[in-house]
């Protein structure tokens, strides 16, 4: 079965500056896609960037990149110039050939000003 | 377009009563998904659609949840003779296809259910 772990349960950033998230997963398939996802005091989840585990290029978003080293089963989200509106939980998500998603259990990240 | 929405948005139930939960995906999304986030925790999965089938009901901790889609649309989850460790944030997704997931899941707002 696959697990997705997530080893930091609370990161601290000061604004505008960088931090990284750290996530491990394990599977024996070789197809499959990593996820972040955010999720503010709303609930409301939001999808912050995707990766294939195919590509080799690491996946980015504007102030979000990604450092997926397929060998070493990880998958690291960085956030640049961190703002205020980053504070959440994040989590790393598995999704394989079952559909849903595997989920680890979050990083709260808070941001200070 | 309108998202992903649940209702009810709160709901405070005695232990032993029976509750139900809504989803309404995202128009002309076929797959449909249920998780559920305890305190602290991270998502669980509970089931998931493929237009009106489920093909997947292994993550439903109990013979007391259970769960239709009719219409290819609408979902509700339905939890029978609540007990105080139902208590969860219940969480509704939806994508453009199903069976694997590179297709993006978008969520609901949720729906907190606390068993008294």
């Known amino acids: 079965a696959q697990t997705v772990t997530q080893s930091q349960p609370e990161m601290s950033v000061q604004e505008a500056e960088t931090v990284t998230l750290s996530c491990t997963y394990d599977?024996?398939?070789?197809?499959?896609?990593l996820f972040w996802y955010k999720q503010p005091p709303s609930r409301q989840m939001i999808l912050v960037i995707r990766?294939?585990?195919?590509?080799?290029q690491n996946a980015t978003e504007n102030r979000f990149s990604v450092n997926f080293q397929k060998a070493a089963k990880s998958f690291s989200l960085k956030i640049s110039d961190s703002q205020l509106g980053d504070a959440a939980m994040y989590f790393c998500?598995?999704?394989?050939?079952?559909?849903?998603?595997?989920f680890g259990k979050g990083t709260k990240l808070s941001v200070k000003p | 377009g309108a998202g992903v929405s649940q209702s009810p948005s709160n709901k405070v139930t005695e232990k032993g009563k029976d509750v139900e939960l809504r989803c309404d995906p995202i128009?002309?999304?076929?797959?449909l998904y249920w998780y559920r986030q305890s305190l602290g925790q991270g998502l669980e999965f509970l089931i998931y659609?493929?237009?009106?089938?489920?093909?997947?009901k292994s993550g439903l901790p109990s013979d007391r949840f259970s769960a239709e889609r009719t219409g290819g649309s609408v979902s509700t989850l339905t939890i029978q003779r609540t007990q105080q460790e139902d208590s969860a944030v219940y969480l509704c997704?939806?994508?453009?296809?199903?069976?694997?997931?590179?297709?993006?899941?978008?969520f609901g707002p949720g729906t907190r259910l606390t068993v008294t």
């Open positions: 599977t024996s398939e070789s197809d499959y896609y």
């Open positions: 997704a939806s994508s453009h296809g199903g069976g694997f997931s590179s297709y993006e899941q978008y």
């Open positions: 990766q294939e585990a195919y590509k080799q």
């Open positions: 998500a598995y999704g394989g050939s079952q559909g849903n998603l595997i």
């Open positions: 659609f493929q237009g009106n089938s489920a093909p997947d």
């Open positions: 128009s002309g999304h076929t797959a």
